[in-house]
C-alpha cells in the first residue's frame, strides 16, 4: 500500500519568504502525482499536477518537482503572501483510479 | 471555471437513517470519484466511476454505500444505515480521463450522525 508523508506538519513564515513543502512516498511506482490546497472547511483546489515521466511544473509563484526514484516531491512557493496560507496536500496516483493523499502541511503567513 | 458542485453542503442525520449526498461533476469530464475525510485525518478514496459503473472501491465502500448517475448531471453517494463513524466530510470529485488529466474537487458535504 502507498504510504504518503508530508513534512512539515505546520509552518509559520513572515510575508515575502520563498518556502519548500515537502511529500515523500513509499511505492516509486506511481502514475502521476498532484499538489492541492485546502482552505478550512472548503473542498481541495488543484494546483499542480505532475506526471511520472516529468520532472516538475510550474503555475506562477508555484513550482513543483519530482524525482520518483527517490520517493520525492517538493512544493516551492516563491514570495510568500498571506493569502497563501492554508493546507497544502500531496496526493499519489499509482496505476488504479485512486489517489493516497499526505496528512499536509498547514502553512501561516504572517504579514 | 467550471465547477464541481455539492449538495447539501451539511448533513445532519440521525444513526440508521439512509442518506443521499448529491454531485454535479464537470459537464465534459467522464470519471467520477468520491473521497472523505474524517475530522483531523487523511483524505480517502471510496470509489470511482466511470461509464455507469464502479471502476475501483476501496474498502470502506461496503455494502452500505453506493453510487449513481441517474441522469447526465448528477452523481450521488448513498449510505443506506448512517453509523457515527460515517461522519465526515465527503467530497466528490471528476476528472477529463483517467490519468493524465488533473482532479477536480467539490467543496465538500459535512455529514453528522448523531
Known amino acids: 500500500k502507498q504510504e504518503v508523508t508530508q513534512i512539515p506538519a505546520a509552518l509559520s513564515v513572515p510575508e515575502g519568504e520563498n518556502l519548500v513543502l515537502n511529500c515523500s512516498f513509499t511505492?516509486?511506482?506511481?502514475?502521476?502525482l498532484q499538489w492541492f490546497r485546502q482552505d478550512p472547511g472548503k473542498g481541495l483546489t488543484s494546483l499542480l499536477l505532475?506526471?511520472?515521466?516529468?520532472r516538475e511544473q510550474t503555475s506562477g509563484r508555484l513550482n513543483a518537482s519530482l524525482d520518483k526514484s527517490s520517493g520525492r516531491s517538493t512544493l516551492y512557493i516563491a514570495a510568500s503572501q498571506p493569502g497563501d496560507s492554508a493546507t497544502y496536500l500531496c496526493a499519489v496516483r499509482r496505476t488504479g483510479n485512486q489517489f493516497y493523499f499526505g496528512t499536509g502541511t498547514s502553512l501561516t503567513v504572517i504579514p | 471555471e467550471p465547477e464541481v458542485t455539492q449538495t447539501p453542503s451539511h448533513q445532519v442525520t440521525q444513526m440508521g437513517q439512509e442518506v443521499i449526498l448529491r454531485c454535479v461533476p464537470i459537464?465534459?469530464?467522464?470519471?467520477f470519484y468520491w473521497y472523505r475525510q474524517i475530522l483531523g485525518q487523511k483524505v480517502e478514496f471510496l470509489v470511482s466511476f466511470y461509464n455507469n459503473e464502479i471502476s475501483e472501491k476501496s474498502e470502506i465502500f461496503d455494502d452500505q454505500f453506493s453510487v449513481e448517475r441517474p441522469d447526465g448531471s448528477n452523481f450521488t453517494l448513498k449510505i443506506r444505515s448512517t453509523k457515527l463513524e460515517d461522519s465526515a466530510m465527503y467530497f466528490c470529485?471528476?476528472?477529463?480521463?483517467?490519468?493524465?488529466?488533473?482532479?477536480?474537487f467539490g467543496n465538500g458535504t459535512r455529514l453528522t450522525v448523531t
Open positions: 470529485a471528476s476528472s477529463e480521463d483517467r490519468g493524465r488529466s488533473p482532479l477536480h
Open positions: 505532475i506526471q511520472s515521466s516529468q
Open positions: 459537464s465534459n469530464h467522464l470519471y
Open positions: 511505492d516509486s511506482a506511481i502514475y502521476n
